[in-house]
């Protein structure tokens, strides 16, 4: 395990958080994506959730968001892979993000957050 992951994602959980992002980048609400911008909306406390891919090099890119999102009450989550995340979250083809930050949900996708949510708080 990677020194910035807190605790292992099941797979049907990460199947649930890019479906989240998806519906997200489709028009259900607003996604900040890279490490500078997620830290800068974590330490704001402006984001709703953070997703970070666990198969970041280095690592200690990400150490510092969770210790973020921790003291901010922020929830966040992780998944495998950030080649998949850039692609759930619109992102071109080849590209990688290391995480992205939820800024906003919309009415379509408050049923699909919720239950990431839900998930998250019980990996926590």
């Known amino acids: 395990m990677s020194v910035h992951v807190a605790f292992e994602t099941p797979k ?3 199947d649930s958080v890019y479906e989240l992002v998806k519906v ?3 028009g259900n609400g607003r ?3 890279g490490s500078n911008e997620v830290t800068k909306a974590a ?3 402006t984001a709703q959730m953070i997703v970070m891919a666990e ?3 280095p690592s200690e890119l ?3 968001i969770p210790l973020i999102c921790k003291e901010k009450s922020i929830p966040f989550i992780y998944v495998e892979d950030q080649a998949y995340l850039a692609e759930a979250a619109g992102m071109s083809t080849g590209a990688k993000t290391a995480a992205i930050a ?3 949900v919309g009415k379509g996708a408050e049923a699909a957050f919720n239950g990431v949510k839900e998930q998250t708080d019980a990996l926590n």
């Open 12 to 14: 049907d959980v990460q």
């Open 24 to 26: 997200i980048n489709n």
């Open 31 to 33: 996604l900040k994506k």
């Open 43 to 45: 330490e704001r406390g």
């Open 55 to 57: 198969n970041v090099n």
């Open 62 to 64: 990400l150490a510092h």
């Open 102 to 104: 939820l800024m906003e």
